[in-house]
C-alpha cells in the first residue's frame, strides 16, 4: 500500500476545467473527480442508486456494444442523442426503474466516460454530479487525498455546468478545510457564487443546454440540476464504476 | 485580399483559457487577442507607447539572444526572472525610457511569447492588457471580424489576472454589439464581475501573483492592474509586434 499523503499534502482541491488540460497536473496521488453533469455523472448516480451494480465506461460506441453478449445492458450517446441499437442513451430518468437492481451496464458517452479514460493516472477515480455532491463529499474528506476536480466540458473546451459544479465541490471542501491550490479554482469558485442565486439562469448561457432544449430535454436538465437526490459515491474499480458506500470496505483502497 | 466576413459571423468573442486549448478552436478568419497581464502583454503596450519599433518575439531564450547582433536589445524572462547576459526581463518599468525610441526588441517569456506561437494560424494576432483595453476594443470593432481572446496562463494552466481580463474584454465587446459564442466566455465574465469592485484584491488570489510578490515585484503588478495608460494596438506584423495605430493602414490588412 502506498503511504499517506501528510494531512497538509493531503488538504488540497484543484480544478482541471477540460480533460486536454489534465496532462500538465499531477494526478498520481490524488482522487481525480470526473464531472459531467448534464448529464452522464448525473445518470450514473442516478443508476446505483437504483441498483445497478456496476457501471463500465468504454471510450467507443463499438466497444460498448461488444459487452451486450457478456449480459450487460448497454448505453450509447453521441451529441446528446441515443446511438441507433443500444438499451439507453444518457438520460438519468432511463435509469430510474426498480427492475435494473443487479444489472451490469457498458456505457460510451460524447464527453464523460472520454475523461474518465483521460483520468487513468490518478490514484482513484470517482465521479461526481449536483445529485450526489453531499455523498461525495464526505467520503472525500474521509480520504483524506489530494482532490482534482475534472470537468469533462464540450469536445475539449471547458463549458459551463461542468465549471459551476467544480465551483460548488470548491466551496464544499473549503468548508472542509481544504486548501484551493490553484487559479482554475478561484475561477469556478467565482462562478458558482455569481450563479448561486439562479443555477437555472445561468445554465441557460450554456451552449450544451441550448443543445438539450432543441432535443427536448428540458426534463433532465432540470433533474441534473437538482442537489443531493442521490447519495452513492461511484468509484472506478476493477474497470467499472461501483457505489463505494456499498463495498466491503468503503474506503475502496 | 479574403472575402470579409458577414457582420453576422464578425461580431463574435470566444474565450481561450489556456494555449493548451486553442486547437479546438478555428482561428483562420479570427483576430486572437494574446493575454499576458502580468506581464508580458502589459510591458509590449508601455514598450511600443515609448516608441520601440518592434517587438519580436521568440520562443527560445537562445533565439533571443542571436538578435543581439542584428542590433536588436533582447529580453529574457524564465519564471518571473531576468535571464542573465539579457538586457530587460518583463517588467514594464524597464520600457519607459525615452532612450527607446526607434528601438527594436527581441523578448522571449514563460507564457506569452509561447502563446503567440501557439496562435500562429490566426489571421491577424494582437495583444492586449488592462493597459490598452481601449485603444484594443475600438480597433477591434473596426476590424468587425470575430475575436478569440487567448489568456495565456501559467505553464498551460488557466490563470486568474489573464482571465479576469479576458472577462473585461467580453464585457466591453458585447457592449458593442458582439456576440459571445462559447462557455468559457460566460465563465470570464463571471469572473469579471465577481472582481471588478476589487480587482486587486481578486489577483491576491492568483498563484502568479504570489510567486511576483516574492520576487519583490509588487510595483509591477499594480501598474498592469491600471487601465488604459498606454492607447496602442500591438499587432503582429511581418514577424514581429508592432503598434497598428502607427501603420500606414492602420487595420494592418
Redesign the interface.
Known amino acids: 500500500m502506498e503511504p499517506t499523503p501528510t494531512a497538509a499534502e493531503g488538504r488540497t482541491v484543484r480544478v482541471c ?2 480533460p ?2 489534465l496532462p ?2 499531477k494526478i498520481d496521488q490524488a482522487v481525480v473527480v470526473v464531472i459531467d453533469v448534464l448529464r452522464f455523472t448525473t445518470s450514473v448516480a442516478v443508476a446505483l442508486d437504483h441498483g445497478v451494480a456496476a457501471i463500465r465506461p468504454t471510450e467507443t460506441i463499438e466497444e460498448a456494444g461488444s459487452f451486450a453478449a457478456q449480459g450487460y445492458l448497454t448505453a450509447a450517446e453521441r451529441n446528446g442523442q441515443t446511438v441507433a441499437g443500444f438499451n439507453f442513451g444518457n438520460s438519468p430518468y432511463s435509469y430510474m426503474s426498480p427492475e435494473l437492481a443487479g444489472a451490469r451496464l457498458a456505457v460510451t458517452t460524447t464527453n464523460g466516460t472520454q475523461a474518465l479514460h483521460a483520468a487513468r493516472a490518478a490514484y482513484q477515480i470517482v465521479t461526481g454530479a449536483f445529485a450526489n455532491q453531499a455523498a461525495l463529499t464526505r467520503w472525500l474528506v474521509a480520504q483524506g487525498r489530494p482532490v482534482v476536480l475534472l470537468c469533462s466540458g ?7 455546468e461542468d ?1 459551476l459544479f467544480a465551483g460548488a465541490m470548491v466551496l464544499a471542501l473549503e468548508a472542509e478545510g481544504y486548501r484551493a ?4 479554482s ?2 469556478a469558485r ?2 458558482y ?3 448561486s442565486q439562479s443555477k437555472r439562469f ?1 445554465i441557460t ?4 443546454y441550448q443543445r438539450l432544449i432543441e432535443l427536448g430535454l428540458q426534463r433532465d436538465v432540470k433533474y441534473c440540476l437538482r442537489a443531493d437526490t442521490h447519495p452513492v459515491v461511484p468509484l472506478l474499480h476493477e474497470g467499472a464504476l461501483v457505489d463505494a458506500l456499498r463495498l466491503p470496505n468503503p474506503t475502496g483502497a
Open positions: 476545467l477540460s486536454s488540460l500538465h497536473l464540450w469536445k475539449h473546451n471547458p463549458n459551463l465549471t491550490k490553484d487559479d482554475a478561484t475561477i467565482a462562478l457564487q455569481a450563479a445561468y448561457h450554456s451552449s450544451h
